[in-house]
């Protein structure tokens, strides 16, 4: 039987919240991907609607993770990366990336940096760039709109999504000439829809993705996004695949959350979804196909 996909997955532990690592290991998990999480920090709340949050900082425990990692010769099919809490970590991801990178990984950095047009309170400038320098050795990258001003050094309210070809110049300008693909979410060009433009390296086409919009704004819908495109990927299916069915899927949970009333500070619903990224099935194993 073949051994299921192993990412590692560099990211902050919110311990309540639904974000990053909370989210992400049971979305892979569900989706029949072993996740490796690599903490950057472990926070009691995410920072969003909570205030006197604990912090750990992790940075030293990242760099011994992974030498003990690498003195264990462990191998990786994906390596997803996340929140950074400073340039240190980014330094140490970009070494990671170079240490475990091997033929047939892929590198999925989110560069999360801010939103609605403006970095996050804890990012500087100098955070910014090396975070671009990060995303320079991904093979796919998975911007907002806000990130993708900030990836580009343009402003933000020069990079309009209100069009087709409005989406396809953004996402292929931020290709680095056709070297990394692209997912640039929060795109909305048709009324009632949202989803994101994607341009794909290897078939050099660029396309829309879009779901049904759900109404409200939810934390950690983008880790939810960056989880199922990432397991999608290491499963092999196609980027505009993967990403229309993470799009789906975050549209699907964005709406159960807002029908069950949940505080928005408690983040997206998603747990008792998992069931829907199970395997198709085409791709069960033969004694499970005719369930």
Not at 78 to 86: A, H, P, R
Not at 167 to 174: G, K, N, P, T, Y
Not at 193 to 218: H, I, K, N, Q, W
Not at 248 to 266: D, I, K, L, Q, W
């Amino acid at each position: 039987m073949k051994n299921l996909p192993r990412v590692a997955a560099v990211h902050d532990l919110s311990c309540f919240g639904r974000c990053s690592l909370t989210i992400v290991l049971p979305t892979l998990a569900a989706m029949g991907v072993q996740c490796c999480p690599l903490p950057t920090a472990c926070l009691s709340t995410h920072t969003g609607g909570f205030t006197g949050n604990t912090f750990l900082d992790l940075t030293e425990q990242m760099e011994a993770i992974a030498a003990h990692w690498k003195s264990l010769e462990l191998r990786f099919d994906g390596i997803y990366t996340g929140f950074m809490g400073s340039r240190r970590q980014m330094a140490l991801t970009e070494d990671f990336l170079r240490a475990f990178r091997r033929p047939g990984c892929l590198a999925v950095v989110d560069p999360v940096m801010g939103d609605h047009g403006r970095p996050y309170r804890t990012y500087t400038p100098e955070m910014c760039r090396a975070m671009t320098s990060l995303a320079e050795l991904a093979d796919v990258v998975t911007p907002n709109r806000t990130e993708a001003a900030l990836l580009l050094g343009v402003p933000y309210e020069e990079l309009r999504l209100d069009t087709e070809a409005d989406c396809r110049r953004w996402a292929e300008a931020l290709s680095l000439e056709g070297r990394r693909s692209v997912v640039l979410t929060g795109v909305s060009v048709e009324p009632g829809a949202a989803g994101a433009v994607c341009f794909d390296r290897a078939a050099g086409r660029t396309e829309l993705v879009l779901a049904p919009l759900a109404e409200g704004s939810y934390h950690g819908t983008g880790d939810l996004f960056a989880g199922v495109l990432t397991g999608g990927l290491v499963k092999g299916a196609a980027l505009a695949e993967a990403a229309g069915r993470a799009a789906e899927f975050v549209s699907r949970c964005a709406r159960r959350t807002r029908e069950a009333g949940t505080p928005v500070r408690e983040g997206v619903v998603f747990e008792d979804q998992l069931w829907r990224l199970g395997a198709p099935a085409w791709e069960r194993p033969p004694e499970d196909a005719e369930e």
